[in-house]
């Protein structure tokens, strides 16, 4: 495969929802994409507030036993559960791994006490800087030959995920990222019209 510029790796970024549980590349080449991420995209005032956890094998497949096990608590309707239950077993629970993007609110908090000025801004520029890496991340294992999907299951699923990993209370979900070898070609996706997305003056 030709390398690709940067423009390309964003025009293919998709969302794949038929995984398999093999990879095209080693488990330590996915950790490289996440520390490269973590090292190089930006936040606000360089906070670096954002905090991942891959979730390989036995880890990944436990992620989604757990979240269909809150689920079906909360679905009432058994064939409703069970609509769920396919989704989540042949799109995310079938691939190879997920990353799990979470904010560390401990550094929020330090920068709404510093800067008082921007106190209400600073949660929401943590999401942007969740969003940047998600896109990142999402970009980068598309590239190497992965399907991914975003999804959040959060806030649902937060108590289990921090229980089952022994994860920081600090710390905050923001969404799940499953990903594996795509199965199925995404369908073709629709734009809105520029025209009503851009001004120029």
Not at 100 to 109: A, H, I
């Amino acid at each position: 495969m030709m390398p690709r510029n940067f423009k390309e790796v964003l025009e293919r970024r998709r969302s794949y929802y038929h995984l398999g549980g093999s990879s095209p590349v080693s488990d330590g080449a996915i950790r490289e994409i996440l520390e490269f991420a973590l090292l190089h995209v930006p936040s606000a005032f360089n906070s670096q507030s954002t905090r991942l956890v891959l979730l390989l094998g036995e880890n990944h497949a436990k992620l989604w036993t757990l979240t269909k096990d809150v689920l079906k608590k909360r679905i009432a309707s058994a064939e409703a559960f069970a609509r769920t239950e396919t989704k989540i077993d042949t799109s995310f629970a079938s691939g190879y791994g997920t990353v799990l993007f979470f904010e560390d609110m401990t550094t929020v908090k330090k920068l709404q006490s510093d800067f008082p000025t921007y106190k209400d801004r600073f949660p929401v520029w943590s999401q942007q800087t969740s969003a940047m890496h998600q896109l990142a991340v999402w970009a980068m294992l598309e590239d190497v030959g992965f399907g991914v999907s975003l999804q959040h299951y959060n806030p649902l699923i937060d108590n289990e995920v921090k229980e089952t990993w022994k994860i920081s209370q600090d710390w905050e979900l923001v969404a799940q990222m499953p990903f594996g070898v795509p199965l199925q070609q995404p369908e073709s996706k629709d734009h809105n019209g520029l025209e009503e997305r851009l001004l120029v003056f």
